[in-house]
């Protein structure tokens, strides 16, 4: 019942809430207006790599380019329910689990969380999946 409550105090409160991107019109999609999500610089084709499939949200260009760097080195965390709306938003397959890649020693300390810990935690949520961390970072060095 108490998670029901929050659920509902957290949508009005986002209904309420300017749109992240453009702070004119009200949050719709995910922390941003119906304008904002259409016009973002969505991805929509797949990638074929070593006969696998890749799907991918976004080109890497304004204002994803930005939003991913101010998320990752500014703790700019009010953008992780947009970053991960927008991986659940895509078309995946079954999925029995979520690995988020672990980042080095140093990075964790440096910026005190695990990005895409966060958003990995949120899909999971939604989709009613466990994470899991097997991954080991075996090279503390930066990628």
Known sequence: MLQFINQLLHKSVQSLSPCLLCGIDRQQQHSLCNT???ELPWYKQHIERHQHQIVCAYRYD?????????YK?????????????????LSLPKIQAIVPMPISTARLKERGYNQMLIIAKIMARQLNIPVWQ?????AQHSQ
């Open 62 to 70: 304004f204002p994803i380019d930005r939003i991913i760097q101010v």
């Open 73 to 89: 080195y500014e703790q700019q965390l009010q953008y992780q329910t947009l970053l991960a709306q927008s991986l659940l938003n």
């Open 134 to 138: 097997p991954v080991i970072r075996e």
């Open 36 to 38: 904002c999500w259409n």
